[in-house]
């Protein structure tokens, strides 16, 4: 049982939304922060890993390089090595893993 249906069926029994997932996380031994993904995105979790290393590079500043995409024909190269067929819903979740991957790697530590 994942800890969204818990939490909705403990808000059922008289929790306020946030508490019963809370609640939820703490019997299931989940932090706080931590991300709980759905089984459905296993393929795109695999690629993402396979392909960590595949940012394409561009210049920054004086001399220097930052990451400005992952390299989608790595990627796809990678999703068909791993046995994972390529589409659209895939390449968007990527997508937005790279967004979000970018906007980390260019905030001050």
Do not use: Y
């Not at 994942?2 to 939304?17: I, K, P, T």
């Amino acid at each position: 049982m994942n800890e969204a249906l818990v939490g909705d069926l403990m808000a059922e029994g008289g929790l306020s939304r946030p508490d019963a997932v809370k609640t939820a996380r703490a019997m299931m031994g989940v932090e706080e922060d931590a991300i709980v993904l759905p089984m459905s995105e296993r393929p795109l979790i695999r690629l993402v890993l396979a392909s960590a290393g595949q940012w394409r590079m561009g210049p920054a500043g004086l001399g220097g390089m930052r990451p400005i995409a992952i390299d989608l024909v790595a990627a796809d190269v990678a999703a068909r090595w791993l046995g994972i067929t390529p589409d659209a819903r895939l390449f968007d979740g990527l997508a937005i893993i790279e967004r979000e991957a970018l906007k980390l790697m260019r905030t001050d530590p």
